[in-house]
Structures are given as C-alpha cells and as structure tokens.
C-alpha cells in the first residue's frame, strides 16, 4: 500500500511541478487545462492514509528526522519556503479579491467590492492563483513521498533483517 501512495504522490509532485513551471512561464493553466484541479483530490488520496499511519505507527517528527536523509530534508525545507514566497504572492491579491468574469468585465472581487481590471491583470492574478495553488501542491505531495520512501525503506530494511538475521547501522549507531 504505501508503495502504491508513494507513486501516487511522486505523480502529483510531477504535476504540481508541471503547473508550477507552466504559470512561471506565463501560461494561464486553468484555461490550459480546465480539470488540472484535479491534482489538488490526489492529496486526499494520499494524506489521509499518511495521518492514520503515523498515529498506528506512533511515528514522530524525531523518528523521521532519523530516518530522512539530510538532501531530503533540504530539499523539503527549500519547497517550504517557494511554499512561503507563493502565500506572500497570493496574499497581495487576496486582499484585492480573486479574479473573475462577471458580465464580460475582468474583475476582482473580494472583500473590499468589485474592481474592474484590464485583462493583463487578470491573467497576472489567474497565473499567481496557480502559483500558489501549484506550490502548495509540491510541498504537501512531497511530505508525503517523503514521508512513505522512509516507510518503504524501513519495511525493506526489516524484511531483510529478518530474513538474514543481521542488523543494519542506523544513524543512531553512527552517533
């Protein structure tokens, strides 16, 4: 099983990347392709799983920081904050409103009213919807894969183990 959710989050981390690459490069994805939405219902698929198996396996943030190798972790912390410049981004037009078509009319509507903008802003406004969206995307899928390499890397490692009756080094033992 957590092979399968592992391909299944290294599949949604590909096309997280994909969509982040595309509005990066200018391209409003969303008219693109209209069900690339669908990438956010992959993570359900995976982190619900993901929370049942750490509170069965009573896994903690220390045991995965043993187990997780250190490129790993950079990696994670480097998408942590794209993750952070992508909600700063986002915010300055949260504040403005989100972008619409109403009546044939770019508009931006949001708390403050409707605004009517031109359609350069509105396509600027789409492509950092999906920036976000996007960045968000990418850190949560890869938490997750991250997350079941270990698992897989454990499990292997216990089989084998078991079967050879030797003991592999762990971090703890080179300490």
Do not use: C
């Amino acid at each position: 099983m957590s092979r399968i959710l592992a391909i299944i989050a290294l599949i949604g981390l590909l096309l997280s990347i994909a969509v982040d690459a595309a509005a990066l490069s200018g391209i409003d994805v969303e008219s693109a392709v209209p069900h690339v939405w669908m990438i956010q219902v992959g993570l359900f698929v995976v982190w619900v799983p993901l929370v049942f198996s750490t509170q069965r396996q009573g896994i903690d943030v220390k045991q995965i920081k043993k187990t997780t190798p250190r490129w790993l972790i950079i990696l994670g912390i480097l998408l942590s904050a794209y993750f952070g410049v992508g909600i700063v981004q986002r915010a300055q037009w949260m504040f403005e409103g989100n972008p619409e078509i109403r009546n044939g009319k770019y508009v931006l509507a949001g708390y403050s009213g409707v605004r009517e903008i031109t359609a350069a802003q509105y396509r600027a406004a789409k492509i950092d919807e999906f920036r976000f969206s996007s960045s968000g995307w990418m850190e949560f899928y890869f938490i997750y894969f991250g997350f079941a390499r270990g698992t897989i890397l454990r499990e292997e490692r216990d089989r084998l183990t078991r079967r050879a009756h030797i003991t592999f080094p762990t971090k703890d033992d080179e300490e």
